[in-house]
């Protein structure tokens, strides 16, 4: 008996130990976690344009779990509910351009999923553009009226278009040109009741919080396609404006028009020469190296009136304003700005005129507030003068007759 009792503890012992070392097992590291169930998925980005077929872009899927956790090994498949606009790859969420048209690109994991817009919009080819004919790009963001005289008009900073779509730009001058799209239609106005024909006439609408049209890309639209697109057309226009005043004319004037808040209340002409440079004795400011780097070169090699007479001689167009009762720099009165604030030109003047080429020569003109863009009379009375002297100046010195 005593033997017996000997040999059933330890069987007692050793169920116990096992039974212990099994509850104890189930609660260590080693045991298999939940798997994270998909609640959400955010695409990005979350509204995109392709502006040329076979352009792409590469979405992607941010997919979280019901406590807003971020699952990084989540699997993702793609679809696009147009085919025919664009196609999307299934496990990777590369987007293709096919065709114009919008689509929605979704993203699924599980049973969750999220969605992004994609529009293609891919211009047709140009049409003749009809004299006194306004035509328009995406949304209307630009706007062209075409013209047959040898002028061409931007307004890049008067817009109003506040695009939902296109965010804020984060850097960089956002201030209106207040009243300069007023300001250009007026001109256009009366060129036409003077000559019973049009100039081009170019105008961003979007406002400078979102484009700035006179700037580079990069700067204007600060990496949203939409912007880009805009820019794209404004700036397009000019250079179907360009052409064709070249076509008809030879040669002509683009004029790109902004507005000022400096105190002096006078026009500024800018021809991409600083203030300083204005202030030269007339023979260097004759110099050859002043003469190429002005948004004006072309016309400056083919008139007989010297580079200092185009500049701030009394044939000049700030001596043709002054004439007209609007106090300019240069002209023969203000030949430079005196040490005061002077914008001498930006990204369009150098863009659209003849520094780098080309028979269209280019002219900034900084109007300001007071007289000349604040009430509907000033404008008016602008209009007027600088029309009368525009085509003086094309008659002297172009030699091209309304």
Known sequence: MQAERRTGRPRGSLLRFLATATILGLGCGDATEPTPVPASVAVSPSIWLLDSIGAVVQFAANVRDANGSSISSAAVTWSSSNGSVASVDPGTGRAVALDSGTTTIRATSGGA??????????????????????????????????????????????????????????????????????????????????????????????????????????????????????????????????????????????????GHGHAIQRLELGYLLSGSELGLPDDQLNGASLIAKSSIRALAAQTDTTFVGLIRGPTSLGGLLQVGGFPTVPSPSQPHPGGEPYFSGGHDTWRHGSRDGGTVSGIQIEANFTGVRDTEASREAFAEAVTLAIETYLDLHFGIAW
């Open 113 to 258: 999923s999220g969605t992004a817009s994609l529009e293609v919009y891919v211009s047709q080819s140009a049409p003749p553009y009809a004299p006194g004919e306004t035509s328009y790009g995406r949304n209307q963001y630009t706007e062209y009226l075409a013209g047959d005289l040898p002028i061409i008009v931007s307004a890049p900073h008067g817009g109003y278009v506040e695009a939902m779509e296109i965010p804020d730009r984060t850097y960089g001058v956002i201030v209106q040109d207040r009243n300069t799209q007023e300001l250009i239609r007026q001109i256009a106005a009366e060129a036409f009741q003077r000559t019973g024909r049009h100039p081009h006439i170019v105008i961003c609408r979007l406002h400078r919080t979102k484009l700035d049209a006179n700037r580079e890309v990069v700067e204007a639209a600060q990496g949203n396609p939409f912007a880009e697109r805009a820019w794209k057309e404004y700036h397009g226009f000019i250079e179907e404006a360009k052409q064709a005043v070249t076509t008809e004319h030879g040669s002509g004037l683009y004029l790109d028009l902004h």
